[in-house]
């Protein structure tokens, strides 16, 4: 179900996970399965990517987990307990990393991306994680659908819900919530739907919603060494703020397509979205460039090799530059 949402539209990279909702309603629990190896798993679906170290680890559909330590030559993780669609990785240092997806499975990882083990999952309904941020190596959280928000102070041995206050003028606690990340103080956020994000400045002890003046879901967000936060969406909407998440700017970014990552390299930023739009700006411009590839890929992550080169994850894999 998840793959056809995700692999069907170019929406359902990211908005299609609301029909999970009836996915899991009745369902007979299923088992969870090791993922396969496959023969060319660079034109499989890959949906988020991080650094490992030196190392490159992207991670999409069917648990396939890719590694690579030069940027152009990749090879699949050996062990990877789960063929669950995996939506996010995090790597809190060279070693021990963690990626999270459908069926709730967070998986871990301590020899940086070769074996890993599976940590959590809830086969009984099918509420995935989107997201998942370590402050540290034993300090994390994993955001989902309906609200799901599981944190951990034991580097996932144990994962805990917590429970969220409702958004104002609601009386439930009951939003998608698309990614997590921190600035440079430590302040939590989190891009939500509906145009909210979450916001903790007590290590997630509690949380509190900010409007950034949009309605629309907000899939990423980031913050440059300044401290400046960003977060991006639906329709190339784009945000920022500049005091630390209490008010919210909207930012060009000269892009129609709903941005899918950011990423933020001093005061640079970049991102990627749907219809093949590569976005640029600094943390201190009102307007972005963008850059519309022939093929409109949907374009899912971003990542930069330590040659300097850009790679770019579309929902048909890795993708060779133009």
Known sequence: MIRKLLVGAAVACFCGFAAAQTAGAGATPLKIEPAHAWADPTHAMLLDVAHAG?????????????????????????????????????????????????????????????????????????????????????????????????????????????????????????????????????TLFIAAEQGLVLRSRDGGASWEYRQTGNKGSLWTGASS???????????????????????????????????????????RVQGVGLDGFVINGTSTADQFTAHQRPDRAALTGLVVSRSGHEILLSKDGILKPE
Do not use: C, M
Not at 106 to 115: K, N, Q, V
């Open 54 to 186: 030196g190392r490159i680890v992207a991670v999409g559909e069917h648990g396939i987990v890719l590694l690579s330590d030069d940027g152009v030559s990749y090879r699949q993780a050996k062990h990877v307990p789960a063929s669950s669609t995996l939506t996010a990785v995090y790597f809190a240092d060279a070693e021990h990393g963690w990626a999270v997806g459908q069926w709730g499975v967070i998986l871990a990882t301590a020899d940086g991306g070769e074996t890993w083990t599976l940590q959590r999952s809830d086969t009984s309904i099918d509420q995935p994680l989107f997201s998942v941020y370590f402050k540290d190596a034993r300090h994390g959280w994993a955001v989902g659908l309906w609200s799901l928000l599981l944190e951990t102070e034991d580097g996932g041995h144990t994962w805990t819900v917590a429970k969220l206050p409702p958004p104002p003028g609601t009386s439930k606690a009951d939003r998608n919530l698309f990614h997590i990340f921190s600035d440079r103080s430590g």
């Open 225 to 267: 060494a300044d401290g400046t936060v960003f977060v991006g969406g639906l329709l190339g909407h784009l945000y920022r703020s500049r005091d630390g998440g209490d008010t919210w700017e909207a930012i060009d970014s000269a892009s129609t397509g709903s941005i899918t990552s950011l990423v933020t390299k001093g005061d």
